[in-house]
């Protein structure tokens, strides 16, 4: 009997081995020998569905490589969820799919009170996060070893169309229209600040929430105080409702706004021409390259019910191309600090987007943890075409 026992400990200790042979184990959650699972989220329906279209860029540069076949070997299997722009739900579905699925990383997470609401519990679980979709500076000052940032703050975007307004358009009376949450006061906070550099004030500053329908009293304020330019901070169905009650009082202000709004062809579209004139920044190299060449034929060959190349797209499309040349930088040995690792090794990547460059982590370097800090202007033309009005511009915070 004894004998018998300890036959059988051995068989299970060969089964075992060989188990162990013939099914890799990988220390790291998220990976396997054959995909890797990429988790990303915003507003694929709601007010700010607009922005969802980042989530159809990002998958859409995944379904390349997948069709190329992987990244050595490895297909990526990624899990794209829609938060309705609700940080409640944000928090939930991330919560859900990281513990039931397991993510390597995490991409997108559009808005920025949507990624507030998961910024602790991705740190907490040590996820790399390639990106916020969110110009709020909390996500990289103090810089953060699992945070990459890729959007330019929204006080640096601000302060951008603060200084043309002023000093190329010569504009002195100028109000702002916010969002009631980060966003938009962070937003504001910026405008405030470079107005102060020329010993100019606000004219006056209005907060409106995220679902903002009712815009006539708004507009009528803006129209009584006689401003002459309006910094628009909010979601893209807000800002229309505001020109639309502004051409019923035949308000028609200098319209500025942030990159959020810098797809002129769909929002002149939606505005039915009351976008022409807008002034935007925008972050996007549209130069018809082979390789935006080739992202626009993938589009219609991968995802064909999209039948238009938009700049939310091309947006999504640059901040997911840094994830896989990190990803193929690493190799076959993939982990998760040295997918970090090679993050912090980009300097000077150039997609379609601008350049993108971090540097090896360091807490009391916030700039380590910024990619981009290039922007440039453009303004609506009347056929929904963009005429760009500035070169590339950095601004410090």
């Known amino acids: 009997m004894k004998n018998k026992k300890i036959l059988f400990s051995y068989i299970r200790i060969i089964l075992t081995l060989f188990l162990l042979k013939s099914f890799p184990i990988f220390a790291e959650?998220?990976?396997?020998?054959?995909?890797?699972?990429?988790?990303?989220?915003?507003?694929?329906?709601?007010?700010?569905?607009?922005?969802?279209e980042i989530i159809t860029g990002s998958t859409l540069l995944f379904d390349i490589v997948n069709s190329e076949g992987g990244i050595y070997g490895r297909k990526i299997k990624y899990f794209a969820l829609d938060d309705n722009y609700n940080p409640s739900f944000t928090k939930s579905l991330v919560k859900e799919v990281s513990e039931k699925i397991g993510i390597f990383i995490w991409g997108a997470c559009v808005g920025t009170e949507p990624s507030i609401a998961i910024k602790d519990y991705l740190l907490n679980r040590n996820i790399p996060w390639v990106s916020p979709v969110s110009g709020?500076?909390?996500?990289?000052?103090?810089?953060?070893?699992?945070?990459?940032?890729?959007?330019?703050?929204?006080?640096?975007?601000?302060?951008?169309?603060?200084?043309?307004?002023?000093?190329?358009?010569?504009?002195?009376?100028?109000?702002?229209?916010?969002?009631?949450d980060r966003y938009g006061k962070l937003a504001l906070e910026g405008v405030i600040k470079e107005l102060s550099k020329f010993n100019i004030s606000l004219i006056c500053q209005i907060p409106v929430e995220t679902s903002g329908t009712k815009m006539k009293n708004v507009a009528q304020k803006l129209q009584e105080?006689?401003?002459?330019?309006?910094?628009?901070?909010?979601?893209?169905?807000?800002?229309?409702?505001?020109?639309?009650?502004?051409?019923?009082?035949?308000?028609?202000?200098?319209?500025?706004?942030?990159?959020?709004?810098?797809?002129?062809?769909f929002m002149n579209k939606m505005s039915n021409g009351l976008f022409n004139g807008m002034i935007t920044t925008s972050i996007g190299d549209f130069s018809e390259t082979p390789l935006l060449k080739k992202y626009k034929e993938a589009l219609k060959r991968l995802k064909p019910l999209q039948n238009e190349w938009t700049v939310m797209i091309h947006a999504g499309v640059a901040w997911t191309e840094p994830i896989?040349?990190?990803?193929?930088?690493?190799?076959?040995?993939?982990s998760r600090e040295k997918f970090i690792k090679e993050m912090e090794g980009l300097t000077n990547f150039k997609g379609i987007g601008p350049e993108i460059s971090f540097k090896p982590y360091d807490q009391n370097d916030s700039e380590c943890r910024r990619g981009i800090k290039d922007l440039y202007l453009v303004q609506c033309l009347e056929n929904g075409k963009a005429k760009k009005l500035s070169e590339w511009i950095r601004i410090s915070e």
């Open 324 to 334: 896989i040349e990190a990803l193929k930088r690493c190799g076959r040995n993939l």
């Open 136 to 180: 709020a500076s909390l996500f990289t000052s103090p810089s953060q070893k699992y945070i990459f940032g890729l959007y330019p703050l929204f006080s640096i975007d601000a302060s951008i169309l603060s200084r043309f307004a002023i000093k190329n358009l010569d504009k002195k009376l100028i109000a702002v229209v916010y969002q009631n």
């Open 225 to 265: 105080i006689n401003t002459d330019t309006v910094l628009i901070f909010t979601t893209p169905f807000t800002a229309l409702n505001l020109l639309k009650a502004s051409k019923d009082i035949n308000f028609y202000p200098q319209w500025m706004s942030s990159f959020t709004f810098s797809d002129f062809s």
């Open 29 to 52: 959650e998220g990976i396997t020998d054959t995909e890797i699972r990429i988790g990303l989220n915003g507003p694929l329906t709601g007010p700010a569905a607009l922005w969802g």
